[in-house]
């Protein structure tokens, strides 16, 4: 990722909204904090927000690496101001013009569907833009497919197909 930030291009985490958004989310702090990548704004797209509002509301659940984190340090990473909500079409559309770098982690996990299909549909192109899968992809679905190299995608869009060109870095 590293390596695509200093490039100045945009990583996208296709994820699902509860569980493994959160530890991707600590897992960017602590690379932030500890200056591994560059300290960009991570947007959260799709219901991560909510559902890390009830691990910052309820932090007894999280697990225990976690909790000693935010209890003995008194420092919770889920509340970092690096992450920012992406509250609508508007914001989002923002976003995706928006030529500086930053990371995304957006719904739905495995690309069937959600705002996660905005960015790639407009960032895939680009070599200088990634896209990190941290979650299953089942077989059949788009993630399993650009996991797997695929470089031309073929989605339905009100209607009509469009093929987009996969030139973007892929990592899981």
């Not at 958004?21 to 927000?49: A, F, N, T």
């Not at 833009?129 to 009100?158: C, P």
């Amino acid at each position: 990722g590293k390596r695509c930030l200093s490039k100045k291009g945009k990583i996208l985490v296709p994820v699902f909204a509860v569980g493994r958004s959160q530890e991707v989310m600590i897992v960017l702090e602590q690379l932030m904090k500890e200056k591994e990548i560059p300290r960009v704004p991570v947007y959260l797209d799709g219901m991560i927000w909510e559902a890390t509002a009830i691990h910052t509301a309820y932090p007894e659940y999280l697990n225990s690496k976690l909790r000693t984190q935010t209890f003995q340090k008194g420092k919770n990473p889920l509340l970092s101001d690096i992450f920012v909500r992406i509250d609508g079409h508007e914001m989002r559309q923002k976003i995706i013009d928006d030529p500086d770098p930053c990371i995304v982690l957006a719904t739905s996990g495995m690309m069937v569907g959600g705002p996660v299909m905005e960015y790639f549909k407009s960032w895939a192109e680009n070599e200088k833009n990634m896209i990190i899968f941290v979650g299953y992809q089942a077989e059949g679905s788009l993630g399993r497919r650009i996991q797997k190299g695929w470089r031309d995608i073929h989605i339905t869009v009100g209607g009509n197909v469009q093929t987009i060109k996969v030139n973007m870095m892929i990592e899981t």
